[in-house]
């Protein structure tokens, strides 16, 4: 009984701190709010979500509504900056490729979070949401390729470029045999928003909990802990250039394979299949 009062009390003060409110919510979005959860500290947003993947997209769309529109603010000027090009222009261009290839549950996750952004008075549709959630692989992997066809001039291309640090050890490698991981996001400045830490508790699946940017269904960092008992992390391969657009999203499989998987051979098994190129780690 403390605890679901501890936890409804955040979402009340979670609304409070962004200027919402619950007036004009169904019956139905308030329960699911009743069972969500944000607090902060020290900078970090604790995000707790939980149900079927509707429910927990409403959930972090909502509470997390001023937080994704900032990002995604952020992440439209920087791809312009970068490609001269709208953010417009990169969702009507890869939209035909990207989202058929998005299963049902992942799909509607996203489909919750615009919907919980808009019910929270930031408007967001679910396009945007897949175009912000692939924006690593379609920045970095995609559009080096894309604009080859578009420019003659190679090197205006941003290749994908070798980022962040990560190491795992256990076994025999750890003084007690357990698991030591560590991890270095090494990213621009505006890309420094992954300040997010989800507690995915889904009414399918293994129980997540992961670092994240609002509004990303997947990690991004990789840095991941699931309750059979998986941990990881990732560090970015350079100079990779062979993404596909017939593959499945890496968001995608990311997504799949940590609240699937219940070992390490399932979690490989489906990152490997109808793999896309994209978001090349290690």
């Known amino acids: ?4 009062t ?3 009390g955040f979402v009340c003060l979670s609304l409070a701190q962004t200027g919402l409110h619950a007036a004009g919510l ?8 009743r069972a969500a959860e944000r607090h902060e500290r020290a900078g970090w947003i604790y995000l707790h979500v939980e149900g079927g993947p509707q429910e927990r997209g409403f959930q972090h769309g909502y509470l997390l509504a001023g937080e994704i529109a900032e990002c995604l603010r952020a992440t439209r000027a920087h791809w312009r900056h970068d490609s001269s090009m709208e953010w417009s222009w990169l969702t009507a261009h890869t939209k035909g490729f990207i989202e058929p290839a998005i299963d049902a549950e992942n799909r509607a996750e996203l489909q919750g979070i615009a919907e919980g952004m808009s019910a929270a008075g930031v408007p967001m549709t679910y396009s945007e949401m897949v175009t912000y959630n692939a924006q690593i692989e379609l920045e970095d992997y995609w559009w080096p390729l894309a604009a080859k066809k578009l420019t003659e001039d ?6 994908p470029r070798q980022s962040c640090s990560s190491f795992i050890a256990t076994g025999r490698m750890t003084r007690d045999g357990g698991i030591v991981l560590g991890h270095n996001t090494m990213a621009d ?3 420094a928003t992954a300040n997010v830490i989800i507690d995915i508790k889904p009414a399918r699946g293994r129980r997540i909990l992961m670092q994240t940017q609002p509004g990303w269904i997947h990690s991004g960092t990789d840095f991941f802990i699931t309750d059979a008992g998986l941990a990881g992390s ?3 391969i350079g100079g990779f250039e ?3 657009e017939k593959g499945v999203p890496e968001f995608v499989r990311m997504r799949r394979a940590t609240q699937d998987a219940t070992n390490l051979d399932q979690w490989c098994a489906i990152m490997k299949k109808g793999n896309n190129g994209g978001y090349a780690n290690a």
């Not at 009984?1 to 679901?4: A, D, G, V």
């Not at 169904?26 to 709010?33: A, K, T, V, Y």
């Not at 190679?154 to 290749?159: C, F, G, H, S, T």
Request: proline fraction near 0%.
């Open 26 to 33: 169904s019956e139905q979005q308030q329960q699911w709010l």
């Open 189 to 191: 400045y505006v890309d």
């Open 6 to 8: 501890l936890a409804v």
């Open 154 to 159: 190679n090197d205006v291309v941003r290749k």
């Open 242 to 244: 062979h993404f596909s």
């Open 1 to 4: 009984m403390f605890l679901r």
């Open 234 to 236: 990732e560090t970015t």
